[in-house]
């Protein structure tokens, strides 16, 4: 059978660090166009031809349409995409609202082709290792759980994330991740209430967000901050029989940054992070944690492509993300707590 024919479109960090290494170490996808408004002095991998991205979208060689994209663009672009009779991969965010993020699912249904958002996130070999131990139930019932994503990033970069225009600040950015991680843990939340601030000097757009996800007396936090260093658990889940806490930032993504591949030795591997399991009388466990496998998103679009595979991440799923941003947003706007 032959590989899936991938365009990818965008090639700053997002496309050239995280989607065309991963697609390329897929061995039933080939990477084979690049498209992107600018090149500038970017080298692109050997035997990818660079392009307009309508060229790319408009390319019949090309059967899978990869979105890496600034924020606004990637709604319209999957829609053009799908108009096309491609199958699309969005990163996150799906889009910029759930209104946007309905019309792509349409546009995908009336295609019939495959949609699916880039969800990498839920392979870090920390949420794999927490997810498995509630599978397992080793903690019980959870009552509290926290989920942060921080880093000491002071100095505002120049870069369009950075910058008042549709689609930056950091609920955008780390939002879907945590969201969409507290999702697959817990399922959809009854309510939000949620917290956004520019706090570093000279920013415009939000730096920080606190968002609780009530499960009726469940109460769950996704907590991101650009002035706070990696200090404590990254997850931390309390229950009645155990609690669990993981400590340390995947690997996955500095590797990438290296230049490693999934198929490299120690892959997945996240020096110095531990995972804690501490029991009702203080006893602690220390948990060998999974390794984490980012390249399993795209063996699954694969997958579910070529041989009907059930996606792992799905339209109604990264509707829901959306919808979970968007009542963060209303509540951080209107200071209320807001019902999904």
Known sequence: MSPIKVGLLGYGMAGRVFHAP???????????????????????????TAGAIDAVIDDPEIDLIVIATPNDSHAPLARRALAAGKHVVVDKPFALSAEEAVSV??????????????????????FLTAQMALSKNRLGEVSYAALHFDRYSPVIKNRWREQAVPGSGVLYDLGPHLLDQILCL?????????????????????????????????????????????????????????????YGFDG???????????????????????????????????????????????????????????????????????QMLDAARLSAETGRRVTL
């Open 252 to 322: 996955q993504e500095g590797a990438l940054k290296e230049g490693r591949a999934p198929d490299d030795p120690g892959w997945g591997e996240t020096p110095g992070s531990t995972v804690i399991q501490v029991g009702p009388d203080g006893t602690e466990t220390e948990l060998e944690p999974r390794k984490g496998a980012y390249e399993a998103y795209y063996a699954n679009v694969a997958a579910a492509i070529l041989d009907g595979a059930p996606l792992e991440v799905t339209p109604d799923q990264a509707l829901t993300v959306m």
């Open 105 to 126: 699912i349409e546009a995908a249904r009336e295609a019939d082709r495959l949609l699916s958002v880039f969800q990498n996130r839920r392979w870090d070999g920390g």
């Open 22 to 48: 991963l697609i390329m170490t897929e061995p039933r996808m080939e990477l084979v166009r690049i498209g992107s408004r600018t090149f500038a002095d970017k080298k692109l991998p050997e035997g990818v």
């Open 186 to 246: 817990f399922g959809k939340p009854d309510a939000i209430t949620a917290t956004l601030a520019a706090q570093r000097e000279g920013a415009i757009v939000d730096d920080f967000f606190h968002i609780t996800c009530g499960f009726g007396a469940r109460q769950v936090v996704a907590h991101a901050s650009a002035l706070m260093p990696d200090h404590g658990p990254r997850i931390a889940l309390y229950g009645d029989r155990a609690t669990l806490f993981q």
